[in-house]
């Protein structure tokens, strides 16, 4: 019998889960609110690095006169309604092809809000209310159900987003002249980005922290490399600074810190994190059990504690990353599906933090290693003595690479460098497949070429006398 799929947000979790399920021979219906892409492309992940791409025209201009070419950086040379027209257009093209592909494959899209309808926990097949944009509503029934629904920038009380002066980061593509001194609330990975992306557009930046450094989820070395960068900048970093209130002030903010001081601009960021879109949403009445962050529970296959109810994405609590939302609903299907399946493994996801320059990390963390928790060796290589690097003048970076002490397994890495996120692939793949830093030395990188650093790092981790 065909199984009857509805899938609540069209997001990656959503629309990667329907492509899969689609294959499948599956009868799939995709319910969105906002636009199918979700947030990722409409608002989050593809606008922001449309953005910084735009803004990395600068950081290529630092090093112009030092390479011998006469450039000039004008701060009035970026225009900001043109920039984020781009920038709304590339990300309504990318829903719009999203959406082809999924028509193409025979999916349903409904475009509305929709929510469980399950009467009792434990049922086996499920029913799934949907409003119309219209007003309507249509009561669906499914074998199978994924929630996908996403989360939503955390308000601050006292703070609340204006969309004038004081602003979220989706507001920020509604701007057409930029801030003259913006000041940006969180320094996790969204605002580090837009910190390091303002900078370079020639704003005056400053940064409220309520920890004693930037990102303090990622690499210490990293994020030392990145707040040197955005210092000699101009950025002014305040830390331990807790923002409890910010307010409209004549013609700009005031932001009020917990311990008394203030900063002022002409507009703030709010950049503290998001909460999992879960409210509203029948869960209760379906056994679908939340975390006390209000995140949705569930396991390496994406199942929920409901039977036939599976969740992906941002509105469960493993990666907030594009990658692992995709990857959670594929596997949701698979499992559904009765496909074989493996479960997620968090250990091989990589991500970037597309600053200027970017970071990218994969595996165990150097903080893991240091505390004692894995054991391994360490290898960190300066991309100061890379001869593409050199050509290009750049400065700061390196390669990270961490192996298992016996055997020269490959556990991890992180990378500082302008394509970071690119040249995280290698490591990634070594992760992924428990490949040793013997395979990688052993392989051929590009001369000259970043990346033959990462494999002098393995080289110079194959000297030790127990891996011979
Ligand atoms: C500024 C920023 C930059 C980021 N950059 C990156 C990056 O570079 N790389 C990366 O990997 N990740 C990045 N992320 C994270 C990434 O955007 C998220 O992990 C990803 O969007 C999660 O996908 P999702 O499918 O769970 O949900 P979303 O993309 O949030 O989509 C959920 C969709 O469900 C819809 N929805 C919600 N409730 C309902 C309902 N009841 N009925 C119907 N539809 C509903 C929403 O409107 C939305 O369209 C970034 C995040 C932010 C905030
Ligand atoms: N490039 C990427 O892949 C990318 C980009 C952006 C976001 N993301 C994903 O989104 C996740 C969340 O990142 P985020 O930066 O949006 O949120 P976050 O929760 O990681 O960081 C928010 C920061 O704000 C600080 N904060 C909270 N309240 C504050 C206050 N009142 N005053 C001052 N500071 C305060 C917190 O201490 C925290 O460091 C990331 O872990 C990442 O997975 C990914």
């Given at each position: 019998m065909t199984q009857r799929i509805i899938i609540i947000g069209g997001g990656p979790a959503g629309y990667e889960a329907a492509l899969v399920a689609a294959q499948y021979g599956a009868d799939v219906t995709v319910v969105d609110s906002d636009g199918i892409g979700g947030n990722c492309v409409l608002s989050d992940c593809v606008p922001s690095k449309t953005f910084i791409a735009t803004t990395g025209v600068r950081t290529d201009m630092r090093r112009a006169e030092e390479m011998g070419v006469q450039a000039h950086f004008d701060p009035t040379a970026y225009k900001l309604g043109q920039v984020n027209g781009r920038v709304k257009s590339l990300a309504r093209a990318q829903s719009a092809d999203i959406r082809a592909q999924l028509q193409r494959e025979g999916v349903r899209l409904l475009s509305g809000r929709a929510r469980l309808h399950d009467s009792q926990p434990g049922m086996a097949s499920h029913r799934v209310a949907v409003t119309f944009d219209s007003g309507q509503e249509k009561i669906l029934d499914a074998d199978v159900v994924l929630m996908a629904t996403g989360s939503s920038p955390r308000v601050l009380r006292g703070a609340e987003p204006d969309g004038e002066r004081i602003l979220n980061w989706r507001q920020l593509y509604d701007l057409t002249e930029l801030p003259t001194h913006l000041v940006v609330i969180g320094s996790g990975v969204t605002g580090a980005e837009f910190v390091s992306a303002f900078t370079e557009m020639g704003v005056k930046v400053t940064m409220v922290s309520s920890r004693d450094r930037v990102l303090p989820h990622e690499d210490a070395d990293a994020a030392l490399v990145l707040e040197e960068a955005l210092s000699e900048r101009g950025v002014s970093l305040v830390k331990h600074a807790r923002a409890d209130a910010v307010e409209h002030f004549e013609d700009g903010i005031i932001v009020r810190l917990g311990d008394g001081r203030t900063v002022k601009g002409s507009h703030a960021l709010i950049c503290v994190g998001s909460v999992p879109n879960t409210q509203g949403l029948g869960l209760e009445n379906a056994g679908v059990e939340l975390q006390p962050s209000g995140h949705i529970k569930v396991d390496r296959v994406s199942r929920?504690?409901?039977?036939?109810i599976y969740a992906g994405g941002?509105?469960?609590?493993?990666?907030?990353l594009a990658s692992v939302a995709a990857m959670q609903g594929r596997i949701a299907m698979y499992h559904a599906l009765g496909e074989g399946v493996n479960p997620i493994k968090l250990r091989t996801v990589a991500s970037a933090v597309f600053t200027r320059p970017e970071i990218a990390t994969v595996g165990i963390s150097h903080a893991q290693i240091e505390s004692g928790e894995v054991p391994a060796r360490v290898e960190v290589m300066p991309l100061a003595g890379n001869p593409r690097a050199k050509m290009r003048s750049l400065r700061r970076g390196f390669v990270k690479l961490f192996c298992r002490p016996a055997s020269g397994v490959v556990i991890g890495g992180v990378v500082v460098a302008p394509t970071a996120s690119e040249l995280i692939l290698p490591i990634s793949v070594a992760v992924r497949n428990q490949l040793t830093v013997g395979d990688l030395a052993g392989s051929f990188s590009v001369y000259p070429s970043m990346t033959g650093t990462i494999t002098e790092s393995a080289r110079q981790l194959m000297r030790h006398d127990d891996l011979d």
């Open positions: 929920t504690t409901a039977p036939g941002d509105c469960t609590d493993l990666f907030p």
